[in-house]
């Protein structure tokens, strides 16, 4: 009997996310010949191989947001986080690493965040909550610090209101023009067609986020998308203090 290779991976790495990204990233192989495809069958008596992961994260999504906190010269330290868009839990992950006190982990999804981080007294597990009809009162501490990685809408739809109801100190955005721009704008790879549209996307969001908070800035993810995409992590602050680097102020780094 065949199963799909992700599914058979999912137990092993306690997460169908990690397996389908590894997968894509040609480190699995199946009877010794890299696998690209997620949906790939296999056998019981297949042999399947896992090159060494070096990444620290339960997911992808912590070097993302590892890059704006080192960028930035970001201290989480005491702070309480909202992650939204939680998921398998990278930037939640990546929070705690760079001293969060609690972490509210918040997805639209249930059944994602990593069993690591689920037995972490610190995460505040929030699954099926959606996030453009967030309240004060869904959290038990002001929150200081948000992070956000969402998918298959714009980031503005739920920026608006986060930026309105919560208005936390500083916040750390994950820009996926593919997301922004549409469907229409991609290829059937689903890679954008006009990669300088999207630096215009992210000079609008940043514009948006501009109208609430003094310093906006972002930089390209070091990580790329899934399917190859560039995304971009924007950083917004009103207060000076939350990055060290005094030269970091005048800094316009794209």
Not at 5 to 26: C, M, V, Y
Not at 216 to 228: A, C, E, F, T
Not at 233 to 241: C, F, V
Request: glycine share 6%; net charge neutral; hydrophobic share 40%.
């Amino acid at each position: 009997m065949s199963i799909r290779l992700d599914q058979k991976l999912t137990s092993q790495l306690n997460s169908r996310t990690k397996a389908q990204d590894l997968i894509k990233e040609g480190k699995i192989k199946v009877n010794s010949k890299v696998i690209r495809k997620p949906s790939y069958k296999v056998l019981e008596t297949d042999i399947i191989e896992i090159a060494q992961d070096d990444n620290r994260y339960v997911s992808r999504a912590g070097g993302k947001l590892l890059a704006a906190l080192d960028q930035w010269k970001i201290d989480l330290k005491d702070q309480v986080v909202l992650d939204i868009g939680a998921s398998t839990g990278g930037f939640t992950q990546c929070s705690l690493d760079h001293g969060a006190s609690k972490v509210y982990a918040l997805d639209v999804g249930h059944l994602q965040l990593h069993p690591l981080l689920k037995e972490d007294d610190r995460v505040i597990e929030m699954e099926g909550m959606n996030a453009r009809f967030i309240e004060p009162d869904w959290f038990r501490d002001p929150i200081d610090f948000v992070c956000m990685d969402v998918s298959f809408i714009s980031c503005m739809t739920i920026l608006e209101p986060v930026m309105e109801k919560i208005f936390p100190k500083h916040m750390a955005v994950l820009v996926k023009p593919q997301f922004e721009l549409g469907p229409q704008a991609l290829n059937k790879s689903g890679v954008l067609k006009q990669p300088a549209k999207a630096l215009e996307t992210v000079d609008r969001i940043k514009r948006e986020i501009r109208k609430k908070y003094e310093f906006v800035r972002y930089i390209p993810s070091p990580v790329l998308g899934r399917n190859g995409n560039q995304e971009y992590i924007l950083y917004a602050s009103n207060n000076p203090a939350l990055y060290s680097d005094p030269q970091v102020k005048h800094q316009e780094l794209i």
